[in-house]
């Protein structure tokens, strides 16, 4: 009796199936280097190096570990000025995630180390952020830009942007710092920290009437109050105290305004005022409105403006932000996070916390007294990814949706949403609005937008990863990385450390989601195992565009170099509906591009290596229709391999059958 099995790759890779009848139709049950996209198989291109040379460093000290601890100790080292919780770094070119940070010779670590050594290097690593056109980088912490001018950075590191250093020197810390383009040429930043201290009151003696006025301004007594900012820019800081001003008709205000604090980056001043009285000493002079500004400084200016013209309220609690470990934007405020951790011995908030402060709308270099939100749980935060309005708050043991209200008093409300905690902020990602994330359940994702009464996840977010449960069974999520490549309607997820390649180097595993088409692709092996280790430590998507931070201080473009990949594809175990009886398979036909062998395997461990196998060349010139391959193999069980080679993403294949012939009635033994 003649049977056969037609294979394809509608379904993409499903690790978890029968091996059993002709396995899940239109499925992959193993493979590497493939993308599989409106039913055909491509090979996926290898990273492309970008040429930038990124600013992580091995430290100048080492640790010791303990095999199967946490505990990781420092001689002579200084892990709170290197690192902050929830970051990575590589001891012994072994990647681990920093959990909490004890003392400067004492941290924590996961995974557990499962070897006890001493006099170890240590090495902060690269990490990757989005910003808008450009690439950011850091050691820790994270960076963003507001309205695609000023840059604000928190963590650790020297930022880069693509890979170079910015033209003044911005070494990140817990306390948020800014970088602001100059006027005459946007590539030239002055970095300071963020916010303004409050100005002296100015002395009656600094402020006064003049003559010359030429607008009519209103005679009377008016309240002046200063301010400090910088010029094109949104931040203000705190007002100064009031001095009052008479004048009388035909007259303006003149001043002598102080030196700016120009290590604070000012180089305007705000003057806010009343409208005018009548009398002098009056408690009646009311609101304080925004009236002028000026540039000058340690010098005199004369000034007027009309009371109708006063229609900005001032505000006065234009307080730095605290301390944090995360930015992000949402819509246009900025939201420190990771913030109103254990107060310190002065009461000041610490870092990391639960907690997040926001900045005042046209004002995002301050907050006020009452701009904060708390994730339920009191949970530390780490890490905040944006979506459509709405920002996904991570913690280790919870995700939780934050989105802005209509409301003055509260501005931004949290809401628990998954169970599931997240390890890190690289370990999930945002693809239109659509959260995935490693879990400790696996790799899991919000099916549908996160609603406002929304507290769990259920089985179905879960459910999309179970067609590749095995692969996500050995991963470990503090050494993993989830990135969107919208360029390919992908979702991809990393693992580094993975293995150690022939040559002794470390490779890390790949493995992506097609989100238009719901399958996944099978899995790729980053690095060749001998030059150099490929260990990612970062991931941001720029644009479409999905790039990645090594360890070795480089930066990569996913699937996007020329050069020659190897390729196969792995198709269901077949037993026919009887494992019991010997079949001969007869002919393999492959339709594709695929160059190299078609072979024949009775285990998946054989598949998989391409071991053990009876094996026919398809490395002929009748491409794509390649000829039919003469077997005659015989075996209980069989599955078919196809294997080549190719470059710059072109076509593997598009299908293939196996031919057999099955005895009746004769059984193995």
């Not at 994330?437 to 696996?442: A, D, Q, S």
């Not at 999520?477 to 040559?503: M, P």
Request: glycine residues 10%.
């Amino acid at each position: 009796m003649r049977d056969s099995a037609t294979f394809t790759v509608d379904n993409g890779l499903i690790t978890d199936q029968p091996n059993s009848a002709k396995g899940v139709e239109g499925s992959l049950l193993d493979g590497q280097n493939l993308i599989i996209e409106l039913g055909r198989a491509r090979y996926l291109r290898p990273p492309s190096d970008q040429s930038e040379t990124l600013n992580a460093a091995t430290l100048g000290y080492t640790v010791a570990t303990a095999a199967n601890t946490k505990v990781i100790t420092g001689t002579a080292s200084a892990f709170t000025t290197d690192f902050v919780p929830y970051s990575h770094c590589l001891i012994n070119n072994i990647l681990y995630l920093i959990t909490r940070i004890v003392s400067n010779t004492v941290m924590h670590v996961a995974p557990n180390p499962t070897a006890t050594a001493s006099g170890l290097a240590i090495a902060t690593v690269p990490t990757l952020y989005p910003l808008n056109r450009q690439k950011g980088s850091l050691t820790a912490g994270s960076v963003v830009r507001f309205r695609e001018s000023t840059l604000f950075a928190v963590g650790r590191g020297l930022l880069q942007i693509d890979g170079a250093d910015l033209s003044a020197a911005l070494t990140a810390t817990s306390s948020v710092q800014v970088a602001y383009p100059t006027a005459a040429d946007p590539a030239v930043f002055v970095v300071t920290l963020i916010g303004f201290t409050k100005p002296t009151a100015l002395t009656t003696a600094e402020i006064r009437a003049a003559a010359g006025g030429t607008r009519g301004m209103a005679a009377g007594t008016r309240k002046i109050r200063i301010a400090r900012k910088r010029v094109g820019f949104f931040g203000v800081g705190n007002f100064s105290d009031p001095v009052e001003v008479t004048i009388t008709a035909g007259q303006r205000v003149e001043i002598d305004f102080p030196a700016f604090a120009t290590s604070e980056g000012q180089s305007e001043w705000v003057i806010a005022s009343t409208r005018s009285i009548a009398a002098s000493g009056s408690t009646a002079f009311g609101t304080y409105y925004r009236a002028a500004t000026s540039t000058t400084a340690s010098g005199t200016t004369q000034l007027e403006w009309l009371d109708d013209e006063l229609v900005e309220i001032i505000e006065y609690d234009n307080n730095a932000p605290p301390v944090c470990l995360y930015l992000a934007i949402l819509d246009d405020y900025v939201l420190f996070c990771s913030t109103f951790g254990t107060p310190d011995s002065s009461g000041n908030a610490t870092a990391p916390g639960p907690g997040i402060a926001f900045s005042k709308i046209d004002n995002p270099e301050v907050t006020g007294r009452g701009a904060r939100a708390f994730v339920s749980g009191n949970d530390d935060i780490v890490g905040v990814l944006g979506g459509d309005s709405r920002v996904f708050v991570l913690t280790p043991n919870t995700v939780q949706s934050g989105s802005l209200t209509k409301s003055d008093q509260k501005i931004l409300v949290i809401r628990p949403y998954w169970k599931s905690g997240i390890p890190h902020q690289f370990a999930a990602c945002v693809y239109e609005d659509v959260l995935y994330g490693l879990t400790k359940k696996g790799l899991a994702r919000s099916y549908e937008k996160p609603s406002e009464d929304s507290e769990k996840v259920d089985s179905s977010e879960i459910r999309f990863s179970a067609r590749v449960r095995k692969i996500f069974k050995t991963w470990v999520r503090e050494r993993g990385f989830v990135g969107a490549d919208f360029e390919n309607e992908l979702v991809v997820v990393f693992q580094s450390n993975y293995q150690l390649g022939g040559g002794g180097k470390w490779q890390t595993r790949a493995v992506s989601y097609n989100v238009r088409d719901n399958i996944w692709n099978p899995i790729t092996i980053l690095g060749d195992g001998t030059s150099a280790d490929f260990t990612v430590t970062g991931v941001a998507t720029v644009g479409t565009e999905l790039f990645i931070a090594t360890s070795d201080n480089k930066t990569w473009k996913w699937d996007a170099a020329t050069s020659s990949v190897s390729a196969f594809a792995g198709f269901p175990l077949c037993d026919f509906g009887d494992a019991t009886i010997l079949k001969t398979a007869r002919f393999v036909s492959v339709v594709g591009n695929a160059n190299g062998n078609a072979s024949l395997h009775s285990t998946t461990a054989a598949l998989a290596a391409g071991s053990g196998s009876v094996t026919q060349s398809i490395n002929d010139a009748s491409l794509p229709e390649h000829p039919v391959k003469k077997f005659n193999h015989k075996a209980a069980t069989l599955a078919l391999r196809v294997s080549g080679s190719g470059t710059d993403g072109a076509d593997f294949l598009d299908s293939a059958q196996l031919d057999v012939e099955i005895p009746v009635g004769r059984r193995i033994g």
